[in-house]
């Protein structure tokens, strides 16, 4: 084998591994509380994670009425969190790309996906 194909080689079986090992790690879950305030949009809830008071308003709100971006999830419910940023998470439920706040995370819930 040439010399120069040998670090391409090398590097495609390191892609290769990493790529398996990652995908063989299972995503986390967490549990949500009941009436969660869920929203669709990363923008509308990150907006909304840097001050608490406009989250109070935006609830109450979508506790009026759904809006087009934010919603009250009912029941409690388990969800494979994605990723996990300041003062929100962004998680799969039922095939769909929400997000929520920390504070609707159930306690215990962020610290058990860490192992």
Known sequence: MPKFYRPLSLLCIAGFTTA???AAQPAPTVS??????????????????ANE?????????VEF??????FILPVAATVTMLEQQQ????F???????????KY???????????
């Open 92 to 102: 799969d439920y039922k095939s769909q790309v929400l997000y929520t706040f920390d």
């Open 65 to 70: 009425k759904a809006t087009k971006y934010c």
């Open 53 to 61: 008071q406009l989250q109070e308003m935006a609830r109450a709100l």
């Open 20 to 22: 398996f090992t990652t």
């Open 105 to 115: 995370v159930l306690p215990g819930a962020l610290t058990a996906q860490t192992h």
């Open 87 to 90: 003062g929100y998470i962004k």
């Open 32 to 49: 949500l509380s009941a009436n969660s305030h869920v929203c669709n949009a990363e923008a509308e809830v990150a907006r909304l994670a």
